[in-house]
């Protein structure tokens, strides 16, 4: 029948029309869409820091020259951290390689490193343009402890005038040497003492964990060189944090106390986000059982004057450079107040007190 | 047989090329364009460095109490993470917050609107809003769960501005003729505009509930559109060097942006010092943020603000 054979074809037409238009809609969702990678929960087995197995998800192309210049706030009264800057005296030395210079190495020289006073990037080979100290040894993770013993034999032939502390970081660590300036300006660096994130086991009086970095006072320093001179540390460990907390404790130099005056860490050997996301560090993770304080989740695990983080990948670099000395809340009075206390937490959480009260007064009283 | 295939045949072809067309002229929202727009608007700026100093400390005091937002977070049960986080962290600055919800959800309170349609559900909270709050706050922020807010900068933009004036604030997108402000970076109004879209609501002829178009208009539009019937128009919110304080996207999807298309000067290229919102985040990167923004800092660096705001209680 000629009606029946012309509904079939119409209907046939609408449900190929149907689904053309869907195909396509399906299409275009896909291509338009935005893709949203999730971050694998990437959980570092080995409290010893392993680079070896790079999961670097965020290459960047390009030259990065994300402008650590002071030029973004004008309005911005320094003194007090330019004072400090020239009262303690930072070099740094960051531990690197070859092949780490483009993907890493390149976003710590754009940010954090023009802070120190004085910065070093070591490597086995030397480099002139980065430019890069070549230590001549080879690459590799068992190298880590024999590299940091020379780089620091380095530091000390070269520069052991310029500086009164002398900073080790990885290049996927953040330093905020304005911070760590304040924890430092309260020693003297003819004391024996180095500072870091304080680990537990192996060592009586604990050591410092690698990634989180480490920093040596000038008389530290002189003696861990001296050390090795009279062979009263061994020169081989696979195990470069450890080693180094070791001869620590046998040339007397003493593992200081990094926590801030109301007791929160400041070297962190993770992101923020690992530290302040309850839960995220499962219970049976190492970190637990190696901290030498009893270690914080939640917002207690850091200091607003933090010095360090690590395994921070090249985004991350920039963005706690942008958190830190660029974005900030107009106007807002800061709870936790460094100066108001000379004894711990319970002194400043009773002037901040104080001082929200006065104002809160003062502002009801206009 | 044949007649068949061909009809079908021409029906997927016909299908095919009606998406297209309907794709590419009406802006379906299957994802938005990355790319950077050039906008013809309104740009409205912060104030001036300058301008700010030039108060007394009176004025000042008088300011920072004066400015009053009210906050409205569109929610429903299924973005329970994202409510969450937004309860227990930016919220809290904003003078007072809200959450409007599609339907009551027994673990927090909320204003159930009993509707999961997103436009029947602005229009209903800013009809309660208007109701409720018209003589208590003169500034009212919109905010989806996934948006980030730091107040105290929008309190700092909202400085010189005269809320009986008719604001409508954000960061603003063109589709075709329409000039609107993306809910995804936030909405702000002064409370001359929530006056005027009060009122507007109720026409249903200019600001009807059903869109009225062959496909559904997304609600920031519609909002655009009825706010325009009353005069009010949208305005691009910018720094006083130009950048965007309202953002559609986390900083870090920004930083990498900036990485690739201005690799010589990525800070320059990223974002506003003085951001007022992100968007796009995960509950856990609300926490950081909180961390990152009303914490930490480098020791030493002090300023001289116009305005004082105190932590919030609790």
């Known amino acids: 029948m000629a009606s029946s054979k012309s509904l079939m074809n119409l209907l046939t037409f609408t449900f190929g029309s149907a689904i053309g238009f869907f195909v396509c809609y399906l299409l275009f969702s896909i291509i338009l869409e935005e893709q949203v990678k999730i971050q694998p929960h990437i959980l570092h087995n080995d409290p010893h820091g392993q680079h070896s197995a790079d999961t670097d998800n965020n290459q960047l192309q390009g030259q990065m020259n994300f402008n650590a210049d002071f030029g973004q706030h004008k309005d911005e009264n320094k003194n007090i951290a330019e004072g400090l800057y020239q009262k303690v005296k930072i070099l740094c030395w960051v531990m690197t390689g070859p092949q780490n210079l483009e993907k890493k190495a390149k976003h710590v020289k754009a940010t954090w490193a023009q802070r120190c006073n004085k910065i070093l990037f070591m490597s086995s080979e030397e480099n002139k343009d980065f430019p890069t100290v070549g230590l001549e040894t080879k690459e590799g993770r068992d190298q880590l402890y024999w590299k940091t013993i020379k780089a620091f034999q380095y530091v000390y032939d070269h520069y052991f005038d310029d500086a009164d502390w002398f900073m080790k970081a990885d290049d996927d660590t953040y330093v905020i040497l304005d911070n760590l300036r304040w924890l430092l300006s309260k020693y003297s660096p003819e004391q024996p003492i180095y500072f870091g994130r304080r680990f537990k086991p192996y060592v009586k009086q604990g050591y410092m964990s690698g990634g989180a970095g480490y920093v040596l006072s000038k008389e530290a320093l002189k003696r861990f060189v001296a050390a090795f001179k009279m062979n009263k540390c061994s020169h081989s460990s696979s195990i470069e944090d450890l080693a180094l907390g070791k001869c620590m404790e046998i040339i007397n130099v003493e593992a200081g106390d990094s926590r801030d005056t109301s007791g929160r860490e400041t070297f962190h050997p993770f992101v923020p986000e690992h530290h302040l996301i309850i839960g995220y560090l499962p219970k049976t993770f190492w970190y637990w059982n190696y901290n030498y304080y009893p270690a914080v989740e939640g917002p207690g695990c850091c200091s607003d004057l933090a010095v360090s983080f690590h395994y921070v990948d090249s985004v991350t670099m920039y963005h706690l450079e942008y958190l830190i000395y660029h974005l900030r809340p107009y106007g807002y009075l800061y709870r936790y107040n460094p100066d108001s206390a000379k004894n711990p937490e319970e002194q400043s959480k009773n002037e901040a007190e104080e001082d929200n009260q006065k104002l809160k007064q003062k502002i009801s009283e206009n | ?314």
């Open chain 2, 1 to 314: 047989m044949i007649s068949e295939s061909s009809s079908f045949v021409k029906g997927v072809v016909l299908g095919g090329a009606f998406c297209v067309v309907v794709t590419l002229l009406g802006h379906i929202k299957v994802g938005h364009g990355t790319k950077a727009r050039h906008h013809e608007h309104h740009h409205i700026q912060a104030p001036n460095k300058e301008d700010v100093l030039n108060l007394s400390e009176g004025e000042r005091m008088e300011l920072s109490k004066s400015i009053r937002v009210y906050c409205i977070v569109l929610v429903k049960p299924k973005d329970l993470g994202h409510w969450a986080a937004v309860k227990e962290t930016w919220s809290k600055h904003c003078d007072k917050v809200e959450f409007y919800s599609s339907e009551n959800v027994k673990v927090f309170e909320s204003v159930a609107l009993n509707t999961n349609d997103m436009w029947v559900m602005m229009r209903k909270a800013y009809k309660i809003t208007y109701e409720r709050y018209k003589d208590e706050f003169n500034w009212f922020f919109l905010a989806y769960p996934t948006t980030f807010a730091i107040i105290e900068n929008l309190k700092y933009f909202l400085l010189k501005k005269d809320p009986s004036q008719p604001f409508y604030i954000g960061h603003t997108m063109k589709s075709g003729d329409l000039e609107y402000v993306d809910g995804e970076g936030g909405i702000v109004l002064s409370i001359e505009s929530l006056r005027r879209l009060s009122r507007v609501l109720e026409d249903s002829d200019k600001c009807p509930e059903q869109g009225g178009m062959l496909w559904k208009l997304d609600e920031d539009k519609q909002l655009a559109i009825c706010l325009k019937y009353t005069g009010v128009f949208a305005e691009n919110a910018e720094d006083s060097e130009g950048k965007d304080v309202f953002n559609t996207k986390s900083v870090g999807a920004l930083i990498k942006e900036a990485m690739s298309t201005h690799p010589q000067q990525v800070v320059d290229g990223c974002c506003s010092d003085m951001a007022i919102t992100f968007s796009g985040l995960a509950p856990n990167h609300m926490h950081v943020m909180m961390y990152g923004v009303y914490r930490l800092r480098p020791y030493g660096h002090t300023y001289n603000d116009a305005l004082v705001f105190l932590p919030p209680t609790g």
